[in-house]
């Protein structure tokens, strides 16, 4: 009996094990669609968030299939595409291959995440490391939006990129955007075109949608990294227990948010009921 119970607790672990793996080494793509009067057309966008430069075999070939497969008119990245900590000389040259690709098909449009803010901070730890960023991005047509805003290829969407400063990643305690933050970094919104923000921290959504835009897509949270039946995410990277902005789609008054539980890990690369995705958002217009 004793020997039927261990065998029976070690396959139960055995099998826990290969269903982290699989949960933490695979993606999927997630639909969702929000509507508009701003739009005469349908938009098809693709989200990426916190890749952090993983790759997932040939240069991320997979990814790349999987989002032509969708057929985007517009993709959007929510920062952290690349990694800052630890490596100063973090090789993320298999992340350029990969925009590379995307940008030879589809526009590309780049928001910061706290890894990019990471590069242009400091300096010292990161010697032109933001620089050879924003060059190689520029070489391939790739707009880095740090607080920044553009017509996107469609002339009906107004894109805006938000670079909070670092100190509003807090781990532990969230300290929130004070007063007129928003406006002194990328203005007043266009309210006569639809506006995109990519803003990569979600915890601010209130003061996003106080700004008055439209759509903001969102990362940083990696889905709570542990997802648990009826209570979501367990943990955020700042350490945050359940999160209220974990993944998905909320919304305050007129404005909508979308939360990717991102592409990649980053410390951990551990995932649980919480498969990495390719986020593809159909925003439907007004039809003439």
């Known amino acids: 009996m004793v020997y039927l ?15 982290v793996i699989r949960e933490s080494r695979g993606f999927c793509s997630v639909y969702y669609s929000v509507s508009t009067d701003k739009l005469s057309h349908d938009l098809k966008i693709v989200m990426l968030s916190d890749l952090h430069n993983k790759d997932y075999g040939n240069e991320n070939e997979a990814l790349v299939s999987a989002i032509r497969d969708f057929d985007p008119d517009l993709i959007c990245f929510a920062g952290d595409m690349v990694t800052s900590a630890w490596d100063t000389n973090l090789d993320y ?27 242009n901070e400091d300096r010292e730890k990161h010697p032109e ?18 607080n920044e805003h553009l017509i996107s290829a469609d002339p009906e969407v107004m894109i805006y990129g938000l670079n909070l400063p670092y100190e509003y990643y807090r781990k532990i305690a969230t300290k929130h955007l004070k007063s007129g933050l928003m406006h002194d970094l990328l203005g007043d ?13 979600p915890e601010h959504f209130k003061e996003y949608a106080a700004w008055g835009c439209d759509l903001i897509l969102s990362g940083h949270i990696h889905g ?7 209570l979501g995410g ?40 919480n498969k990495a995705e390719i986020v593809c958002l159909t925003i439907k217009g007004e039809h003439t």
């Open 224 to 230: 709570g990294i542990i997802r648990l039946p009826y």
């Open 93 to 119: 040259r298999k992340t350029l291959s990969f925009i590379r690709k995307l940008s030879s098909d589809y526009p590309v449009y780049y928001g910061m995440g706290n890894h990019e803010q990471a590069f």
């Open 189 to 201: 919104v266009d309210r006569e075109k639809y506006s995109i923000l990519l803003a990569h921290n």
């Open 5 to 19: 119970i261990i065998s029976l607790i070690l396959l139960l672990i055995t099998a826990l094990v290969i269903f």
């Open 129 to 146: 490391a933001f620089e050879r960023l924003k060059k190689a991005l520029d070489e391939m047509g790739v707009r880095l939006l740090d």
């Open 234 to 273: 367990v943990i955020s990277p700042g350490i945050k227990l359940f999160p209220k902005y974990d993944s998905g789609l909320f919304t305050s008054g007129k404005t909508t948010m979308l939360v990717s539980r991102g592409i990649g890990s980053h410390t951990i690369p551990v995932r649980i009921n």
